[in-house]
C-alpha cells in the first residue's frame, strides 16, 4: 500500500531528526522519498491518509438498489481513507465507530473534513440534547 510506503519514509526521516544515526545519505534518501510518495498519492489519490465524511452530492438522484442504499445508510459517519484499490476506483475506509474494520467507497461520496468540523447528525443531535434540557431552537 503506497500510504505504508509513505509513512515508513517518512518514519525513517523522523527518526534521523530524533537523534538515531541513519546515516546523512539515508537521511537524504529518505526525505527525497516520502516527498516523491505524498506527491504521487496527491495526485492519484488525493483523499488517501485523509479524514474523510461519507456525503451524498448535492442534486444527487438515488435509486434503490443495493448499492445506493448501503451508502445511504452510513451518510455522515466519519473515518479515515487507508486505502485506495484502483481496480473498481474505491476508497477503502476505516470508520471511526468500527476501528479496524474497513468498505468500500466510491470517491464521488466522501468529502474531506477538519478534525473540528461536526458532521449534520452530531449538530442535529447537540440541538436535540439542548431542546431536552430545555433551551429554545434557534
Not at 523522523?14 to 534518501?29: I, T, V
Not at 484502483?86 to 461520496?109: C, H, L, M
Request: glycine share 8%; proline share 4%.
Amino acid at each position: 500500500n503506497i500510504l505504508r510506503a509513505y509513512d515508513l519514509f517518512h518514519e525513517a526521516a523522523e527518526a534521523q531528526l530524533q537523534g538515531e544515526d541513519f546515516g546523512a545519505r539515508f537521511y537524504r534518501m529518505a526525505k527525497i522519498s516520502a516527498a516523491e510518495l505524498r506527491k504521487e498519492i496527491d495526485n492519484q489519490s488525493p483523499m488517501l491518509g485523509k479524514r474523510v465524511e461519507v456525503a451524498i452530492p448535492a442534486g444527487f438522484k438515488h435509486g434503490v438498489d443495493r448499492s445506493t442504499m448501503n451508502v445511504m445508510s452510513i451518510v455522515g459517519q466519519r473515518g479515515k481513507a487507508v486505502n485506495f484499490d484502483r481496480e473498481v476506483s474505491k476508497y477503502a475506509v476505516e470508520f471511526d465507530i468500527n476501528p479496524g474494520q474497513t468498505a468500500k467507497i466510491k470517491p464521488q461520496y466522501l468529502k474531506v473534513v477538519d478534525e473540528g468540523e461536526i458532521t449534520a447528525t452530531q449538530q442535529t443531535a447537540g440541538l436535540e440534547h439542548a431542546r431536552a434540557a430545555g433551551a429554545r431552537s434557534p
